[in-house]
């Protein structure tokens, strides 16, 4: 899911333009030596990509299903597998059309016992019809950038932690659930609840953000993954990020130029969307900023042309973008 922010709510927008991204030959094979014998474990495009496709190949991960009933066991094998600490967090949530969804956010924990600790987040559902699409609008999309690629990237964080050395920092890696099942696109006004406007996208991090899976849970900072494996794709400082947490956007473009991705992490702002970290933000009170793509060029709302449509299938997942996103995040990790 990605609203923009009324602005009498949030932020005016910016409608920025950008240079494409440069073209960078991934290295699945390296390792990143740095200062003070540091040693950055190599980030694997091509496993991350085979995630992408695995989560894929359950169908729409539309809540109440079967495939999204399977695709979250797999997750939390996966997970599992590679080491984590794993709990998962079940709920019931009633959608804007007042279908009761079956949720659960899964979260992994590595370095349980250091206090000093970063979130990584992205959602695993997918949006349970093509609204934005001209042909079969009501059928549930595969959601292979909107809602995979995030996930694929974490995993492949945590594939990594499982053979290298982890880093020193604490890192909990969120999945939440039922973030987009929000209204449908053609909906002028949501409804209002108990007199208020009622947010339907986000269940999953609106539950979290209110009944974290620890009591008094905290984190340094968060980052929020989500349409990332896009090709071509631009990641401007989000402008919720830069009203929250412009300190974190600072330091995670700066570790992108200092691979070489400032074709992909663009430094200047793009608008504030209603997304996972606003919630985190306002209820937890973590400081969290949102790598998602933005398209200033795209008809459907800066999201790229096949944002909720059937377009959102492997053919528009580019490992070089898996890339830039993956190195990033773990060079980030390996030096806090």
């Given at each position: ?210 009944n974290p899976h620890e009591p008094g849970y905290n984190a340094y900072y968060g980052i ?113």
């Amino acid at each position: 899911m990605k609203q923009f922010y009324s602005l009498l709510l949030y932020i005016s927008f910016v409608v920025l333009g950008g240079c494409s991204p440069e073209s960078k030959k991934v290295d699945t094979s390296r390792s990143i030596k740095v200062q003070h014998s540091i040693t950055v474990p190599s980030f694997n495009s091509d496993s991350a990509y085979n995630f992408i496709q695995k989560q894929v190949d359950f169908g729409p991960r539309v809540p109440n299903t079967a495939a999204h009933h399977q695709c979250g066991d797999y997750l939390v094998k996966q997970l599992k597998s590679y080491g984590a600490n794993v709990e998962q967090q079940v709920f019931n949530e009633t959608a804007y059309d007042g279908t009761l969804l079956q949720l659960r956010n899964i979260i992994a924990s590595y370095n349980s016992e250091n206090p000093k600790r970063i979130l990584l987040a992205a959602h695993w559902d997918t949006r349970p019809y093509a609204d934005k699409d001209t042909v079969d609008r009501d059928e549930p999309i595969l959601g292979a950038n909107d809602g995979a690629s995030g996930v694929a990237v974490l995993l492949e964080i945590a594939r990594n932690f499982a053979s290298n050395k982890k880093p020193e920092v604490g890192v909990d890696l969120i999945l939440f659930d039922g973030e987009d099942y929000g209204e449908h696109e053609d909906i002028d006004q949501p409804p209002l609840k108990n007199g208020r406007m009622q947010i339907w996208w986000c269940l999953g991090s609106q539950y979290w953000a209110k009944n974290p899976h620890e009591p008094g849970y905290n984190a340094y900072y968060g980052i929020l993954l989500d349409m990332v494996g896009g090709k071509n794709a631009r990641f401007y400082q989000e402008g919720g990020s830069m009203q929250y947490a412009p300190k974190v956007v600072k330091k995670v473009w700066k570790k992108a130029r200092d691979l070489g991705y400032d074709g992909y992490f663009i430094r200047e702002n793009s608008p504030g969307i209603m997304d996972d970290h606003i919630f985190v933000n306002r209820d937890a009170k973590i400081p969290m900023i949102n790598i998602v793509e933005y398209d200033p060029n795209s008809k459907h709302y800066y999201f790229g042309n096949y944002h909720h449509t059937h377009q959102d299938d492997m053919d528009i997942i580019d490992k070089y973008t898996l890339q830039a996103v993956g190195e990033t995040l773990l060079y980030l990790l390996y030096h806090e």
